[in-house]
Every structure is written in structure tokens, then in C-alpha cells.
């Protein structure tokens, strides 16, 4: 019998996909941390940038270098507003509360400890521009020093429902960044700001995150995360959940490559145990006049397959006992 034919463009877009994990198509953008204080709230990256306030890092070699003396702090939040994402700064405070602890810890002044936030380092106007950055959220993650979850308790500005750590666990987004920095260099030197508030004694830390803490597995789910298109049921343009194909295809190819590291074992047993419910080949979208049937189909067993001439004899794309 002779061999289905291989889908050229699904092997193109898996090979595009293993390339992205040794070069990212838009630089890192970061926020010097005493420019973050004096701002006073977070602004759109495309004003710092006009204003000269930005740190733009083009390739790997130069982010390594910068990183040598300089601390580099992932902050991953939930939106709390459709367009804007932090009307009332309940973010922004712990953000900045973040940064006076790794400024403690590390003792290092703000001018050496820089910020990644999505709303300040990501185009938010561009949309081209914007899509080359989330497709290199894997880089981002696994090359900061540290990711920081913020997610004091808050409301939402359009929903009025209450935004907080439970809420931070059922977004994708957010699901997809904790993914990205698991990927890169599993939950090492990942932490919670659950609350800034004096009167909240017992959440005002910054809480270490542990391998199997139970959030963290669910935080692999990223395609069982809520979404704001589909909830809203936006129509025009590729969705949010499009978008994160590609960078989930490079998360999945540079845990195969890795999955003998001690702090990545574990969860690469994992996500080869459970790739079909982490990429699902079809997807119930919630956008009712659009057809969206088709999400991963065979992206992952193609990736596979071309990871396989990559492995030595001693690995493989099967789960070891553990997690």
C-alpha cells in the first residue's frame, strides 16, 4: 500500500518551528526596573519605545551577554480589561513590589534589573509585529532569570468579576507563558505575588513555585485555558488560540531535545504521555461563523518524527516512569 502523502506545508510549518527554538523573530523587549517605578503605571510598549525607553535585544548571544551583569524578570499577569490591562495599577504595585524583592535578594540596584510584561514589551498596535513576539515567548521565558506570577486579588474593569490566582491559572495566556518558562528551564526561579496589601500579612511574599504543586501541570493545558475572543465570540482576524500553534510546536521540540535534564524530565514525561489532550488536533472554537475544526492535526506526529533523526540511541519519545 502505498504512503499517504506527507502535507508540505504542515512539514514546513513544523521544520519553520524547530528553527525558532535556536533564533526568535522579534528582539526581547525590556523595561529598565527604575524606569518601570518612575512610569508609575504600565504604558504601551510602543510609547516607551518612541520615548526612548526601551532595551531592545536582537539576538541570543547578546541577551546571554547582557545577562552577565544584569537581571532580566519575566512578569506574567492576567489582563484585567478587554483593551487596557491594568486601569487601576493593582498590577503595576505588584509588579513593583516584585522588584524591591528581587532587588533585596539579588542586592542589586534597579538600574541593573530589567522587566519583560507583555504590555510594555510586546506591539500591541502592530499586529504583524506583534504576532513575530508571541512567537518568541519561548525564547523570552527560558532566557530571563526568573518569572514572577502576579496575581493579586482585583476586578475586572468590563466584567466586574473578581481577577485573582485561581482566575491566573484558567487563562490561556497566562497558562502559555508559565508553559513557555516550564519548556525552557522547568520552575526554577518561579514565583507568586499573590497580594501587596498590609492587611494580607499571609500572602505578602514572593512565593516559590514547586514541581508538583498542582497548578503547575494544569498550567500545560494551555488549549483548556479560557480565551477572550472566544468567550466574546470576535470572528475577524486569527485567534488567540491560532496563535499560540507555533510556539507550542517550538515549546514541544525543545522539551524532546532536553528531556533528559533533571528539572525538565518529569515534565517531558508528561507531555509525551499526554500530547493529545495538550495538543489537541481539532478544537472547539468559540466563534460560531467560522470553521476551526482543524487545530494541531498531525503537527505533532510530524514533529516527532523529524525530532526522532535528532535523538541519540539512548532517548526516545517515550514516557520514563516518574511525576
Same mark, same amino acid.
Given at each position: 500500500m502505498a504512503e499517504a502523502p506527507i502535507d508540505t506545508e504542515a512539514l514546513e510549518?513544523?521544520?519553520?518551528?524547530? $528553527?525558532?527554538?535556536? *533564533?526568535?523573530?522579534?528582539?526581547?523587549?525590556?523595561v529598565k526596573a527604575s524606569t518601570m517605578v518612575a512610569e508609575g503605571k504600565l504604558r504601551v510598549m510602543e510609547d516607551l519605545r518612541n520615548e526612548n525607553k526601551l532595551t531592545f535585544l536582537d539576538l541570543e548571544m547578546e541577551i546571554e551577554s547582557f545577562k552577565e551583569e544584569n537581571h532580566i524578570a519575566f512578569m506574567?499577569?492576567?489582563?484585567? !480589561?478587554?483593551?487596557?490591562?491594568?486601569?487601576?495599577?493593582?498590577?503595576?504595585?505588584?509588579?513593583? &513590589?516584585? @522588584?524591591?524583592?528581587?532587588?533585596d535578594h539579588l542586592q542589586m540596584d534597579f538600574e541593573h534589573i530589567f522587566v519583560w510584561v507583555d504590555y510594555c514589551s510586546i506591539p500591541?498596535?502592530?499586529?504583524?509585529?506583534?504576532?513575530?513576539?508571541?512567537?518568541? @515567548?519561548?525564547?523570552?521565558? $527560558? @532566557?530571563?532569570?526568573?518569572?514572577?506570577?502576579?496575581?493579586? =486579588?482585583?476586578?475586572?474593569?468590563?466584567?466586574?468579576?473578581?481577577c485573582n490566582f485561581q482566575t491566573y491559572q484558567t487563562r490561556g495566556w497566562c497558562r502559555a507563558e508559565v508553559f513557555a518558562k516550564i519548556c525552557?528551564? !522547568?520552575?526554577?526561579?518561579? &514565583?507568586?505575588?499573590?497580594?501587596?496589601?498590609?492587611?494580607?500579612?499571609?500572602n505578602l511574599a514572593m512565593e516559590p513555585v514547586n514541581t508538583d504543586d498542582d497548578w503547575v501541570a494544569n498550567a500545560l493545558r494551555v488549549f483548556n485555558? /479560557?480565551?477572550?475572543?472566544?468567550? $466574546? !465570540?470576535?470572528?475577524?482576524?486569527?485567534?488567540?488560540? =491560532? /496563535?499560540?500553534?507555533?510556539?507550542?510546536? =517550538?515549546?514541544?521540540?525543545?522539551? %524532546?531535545?532536553?528531556?533528559?535534564?533533571?528539572?525538565? /524530565?518529569? &515534565?517531558?514525561? %508528561?507531555m509525551i504521555k499526554d500530547k493529545d489532550a495538550l495538543f489537541p488536533k481539532s478544537f *472547539? &472554537? !468559540?466563534?460560531?461563523?467560522?470553521?476551526?475544526n482543524n487545530l494541531f492535526g498531525e503537527l505533532i506526529t510530524l514533529l516527532e518524527s523529524e525530532a526522532r533523526t535528532g535523538l541519540t540511541k539512548d532517548q526516545s519519545l517515550t514516557p520514563t516512569t516518574g511525576f
Open positions: 510549518k513544523v521544520r519553520r518551528a524547530m $528553527r525558532c527554538t535556536k *533564533e526568535f523573530p522579534h528582539p526581547m523587549v525590556l506574567s499577569h492576567q489582563w484585567l !480589561g478587554w483593551h487596557a490591562p491594568d486601569e487601576d495599577n493593582v498590577h503595576y504595585d505588584a509588579i513593583i &513590589f516584585a @522588584l524591591h524583592g528581587i532587588k500591541q498596535r502592530h499586529k504583524g509585529q506583534q504576532q513575530l513576539a508571541i512567537s518568541s @515567548l519561548p525564547a523570552y521565558a $527560558r @532566557l530571563s532569570h526568573c518569572m514572577v506570577v502576579i496575581c493579586p =486579588e482585583a476586578k475586572h474593569t468590563n466584567l466586574q468579576s473578581v525552557g528551564t !522547568g520552575v526554577e526561579n518561579t &514565583f507568586v505575588v499573590r497580594s501587596v496589601a498590609a492587611d494580607d500579612p499571609e485555558g /479560557k480565551f477572550t475572543c472566544c468567550s $466574546r !465570540g470576535i470572528e475577524h482576524g486569527e485567534c488567540d488560540v =491560532e /496563535k499560540l500553534v507555533m510556539p507550542a510546536l =517550538e515549546l514541544y521540540y525543545s522539551v %524532546l531535545q532536553q528531556q533528559d535534564k533533571p528539572s525538565l /524530565k518529569n &515534565f517531558a514525561n %508528561l *472547539e &472554537f !468559540g466563534h460560531g461563523g467560522r470553521d476551526h
